[in-house]
């Protein structure tokens, strides 16, 4: 009896703690109404940013990640002329420099999510070409980082390592998005042959 007592009382508690959150998105979502935000009607998620914002919320992630990584250029450009760093301020110039094209990046990376979310089922199509755009943009930045420590150290070894990775840059998103492409067509086929296989067991 005692037991049974207890999973009651989790059972209502976890009930209660699901109706509080869906009461908090309501309000939220009331809110987002009051003040010109309409909700995008039959959104396939629970999270609330989806919901509200739709097809525009990757554009608002998108402006405050930009305005973040310039902040971010300033606080480092103020440390790196207290310390009298000079490899600090060359990362401030790079942020500032290039924000147009981590804003760009966002609003790549924002509607991949959304388009993730939006089309479950079908995502898996471009999933790859997204991965590979991302190891694109690491790739972009290894460069940058081995071409401005070679400034200071001036090391044969990380000039031909920084050479080797920009002219291959391509080739090696290529393999990438080549290899995703065939974990992923490897992970249907034992997922279709697992289901084929527990049919024929019933």
């Given at each position: 009896?005692?037991?049974?007592?207890?999973?009651s009382?989790?059972?209502?508690?976890?009930?209660?703690?699901?109706?509080?959150?869906?009461?908090?998105?309501?309000?939220?979502?009331?809110?987002?109404?009051?003040?010109?935000?309409?909700?995008?009607?039959?959104?396939?998620?629970?999270?609330?940013?989806?919901?509200?914002?739709?097809?525009?919320g990757?554009?608002?992630?998108?402006?405050?990640?930009?305005?973040?990584?310039?902040?971010?250029?300033?606080?480092?450009?103020?440390?790196?002329?207290?310390?009298?760093?000079?490899?600090?301020?060359?990362?401030?110039s790079?942020?500032?420099?290039?924000?147009?094209?981590?804003?760009?990046?966002f609003?790549?990376?924002?509607?991949?999510?959304?388009?993730?979310?939006?089309?479950?089922?079908?995502?898996?199509?471009?999933?790859?070409?997204?991965?590979?755009?991302?190891?694109?943009?690491?790739?972009?930045?290894?460069?940058?980082?081995?071409?401005?420590?070679?400034?200071?150290?001036?090391?044969i070894?990380?000039?031909?390592?920084?050479?080797?990775?920009?002219a291959?840059?391509?080739?090696?998103?290529?393999?990438?998005?080549?290899?995703?492409?065939?974990?992923?067509?490897?992970?249907?086929?034992?997922?279709i042959?697992?289901?084929?296989?527990?049919?024929?067991?019933?």
């Open positions: 009896m005692a037991k049974r007592h207890k999973i009382r989790e059972e209502k508690f976890e009930s209660m703690l699901e109706k509080n959150a869906e009461n908090v998105v309501e309000e939220m979502a009331a809110l987002a109404q009051k003040v010109g935000i309409k909700p995008s009607k039959g959104a396939p998620n629970d999270d609330w940013g989806f919901r509200v914002f739709g097809l525009l990757p554009i608002f992630s998108s402006v405050f990640g930009a305005l973040f990584v310039i902040i971010s250029s300033w606080l480092i450009r103020l440390v790196g002329f207290q310390l009298g760093n000079a490899f600090v301020l060359d990362v401030a790079m942020l500032s420099s290039n924000v147009h094209w981590f804003f760009a990046l609003v790549f990376f924002g509607y991949s999510d959304y388009f993730s979310k939006r089309f479950r089922k079908k995502y898996w199509i471009i999933a790859p070409f997204v991965s590979g755009t991302c190891l694109l943009f690491v790739l972009w930045l290894g460069i940058w980082v081995l071409n401005t420590t070679n400034l200071y150290s001036n090391s070894f990380l000039a031909n390592l920084s050479n080797f990775i920009y291959n840059m391509v080739n090696i998103m290529l393999v990438f998005i080549v290899l995703d492409y065939v974990l992923i067509v490897l992970e249907k086929i034992i997922l042959e697992g289901l084929n296989g527990s049919k024929k067991k019933i």
